[in-house]
């Protein structure tokens, strides 16, 4: 009934309940006046889903071929729903209270599909079968922004793909038997807290390509062991700035793809890198020496006087071996400092032959 009818009841019982459509909750007659039922409001914008039936608005909205959500909706997960088709968040809020009980299956496809941003939060993703996937998310605009969190991916063919977003920010996810990892491509912000990559994951666990601004992975462990590889950045074509530090890398396998300039790194100047497991590579940690290869005895031309500064020069040739963050030039007989931040750099000559 209306409220208007609730409170017209003309000496209504101690103890009566009713519904009122207009408040959209129940309430009850205390003797005196209505009091509304304590737990009975929901909130606005909330769909509370307990089974794909629940959906039925939603796909048909994405004509039949997607759960096309509604834009600032919040969407609960009670239980395991098997999709039928992809769901294309648009904006929306998706969350479970229990990773053990809230789930997400799609078999032989992708559970999440579009080009626009959303949330989803508490809840475990399955996508099996051939060509499944979790994410095949691509933004329309670069500024898309999209959340996950506090959830588990297992048991999928593939963790997927997420592209042109303006930020992504993954924290607190556990990933468990997946038979292959997830790409970020061209990422402005990219910001990755506290993941558990279990060593029963196969393939490449983050493959990273394209153009990025800030790529930020902190905390959590990556076990190794019969996977590929735990990050893959040899396809970065560009980046300002990136951070990996306190992630453990641990179970014996390979644990980075790597490009970088410097040999025996994995690495460039672009990147601040401190994990257990991992060289460390930071400006901080910067070095390199040269040295003369040719004959001691007849090989130099010039007469080198204590506390004279003077090119070292000879007819043999110079060397520049373990060069990291530093630019050997001119015949190796000059370095330079190739990091991105200021600091102070020391020398120390062991012979007049040796420098670094």
């Not at 009122?20 to 129940?26: A, L, M, V």
């Not at 737990?39 to 796909?59: H, I, Q």
């Not at 204590?306 to 963050?325: I, K, M, S, W």
Request: hydrophobic share 35%; charged share 15%.
């Amino acid at each position: 009934m209306t409220t208007a009818q609730r409170i017209a009841i003309a000496s209504p019982a101690e103890g009566l309940m009713v519904f009122d459509n207009d408040e959209g909750s129940f309430f009850y007659f205390d003797g005196t006046v209505w009091v509304e039922l304590e737990g009975s409001v929901t909130r606005d914008n909330y769909k509370l889903v307990k089974s794909a039936a629940d959906l039925a608005d939603e796909l048909a909205a994405g004509g039949g071929t997607e759960y096309l959500f509604t834009t600032d909706f919040m969407y609960e997960i009670n239980g395991t729903i098997t999709l039928a088709a992809p769901i294309n968040l648009n904006g929306a809020y998706l969350v479970g209270e229990d990773t053990n009980e809230d789930i997400l299956v799609r078999v032989g496809g992708t559970i999440f599909e579009g080009d626009t941003g959303g949330s989803i939060r508490g809840l475990t993703l399955v996508a099996s079968g051939p060509g499944a996937a979790v994410f095949n998310l691509t933004g329309s605009t670069g500024t898309e922004r999209f959340v996950f969190r506090d959830s588990v991916v297992a048991n999928s063919t593939s963790v997927g793909t997420i592209s042109s977003y303006g930020l992504v920010f993954i924290s607190i996810v556990q990933y468990v038997s997946n038979a292959a990892g997830i790409t970020f491509d061209d990422i402005h912000q990219l910001l990755l807290n506290s993941e558990g990559w279990a060593s029963d994951n196969t393939g490449i666990y983050q493959t990273f390509t394209g153009d990025f601004d800030i790529i930020a992975k902190q905390g959590g462990f990556s076990k190794v062991v019969g996977a590929t590889a735990a990050i893959d950045i040899t396809g970065v074509s560009a980046l300002t700035s990136g951070n990996i530090s306190n992630v453990n890398f641990y179970g014996g396998g390979n644990y980075v793809n790597g490009s970088s300039p410097y040999t025996g790194y994995d690495f460039s100047n672009k990147w601040d890198v401190d994990s257990p497991g991992i060289p460390v590579e930071t400006d901080g940690v910067a070095s390199g020496n040269f040295y003369f290869n040719g004959t001691l005895t007849t090989g130099f031309s010039q007469f080198i006087s204590n506390g004279t500064p003077v090119e070292v020069q000879g007819t043999g040739g110079f060397d520049a071996p373990r060069l990291f963050r530093f630019i050997a030039s001119e015949g190796n007989n000059k370095l330079t400092y190739d990091g991105i931040k200021p600091r102070k750099i020391s020398s120390k000559c062991i012979d007049v032959y040796s420098c670094r």
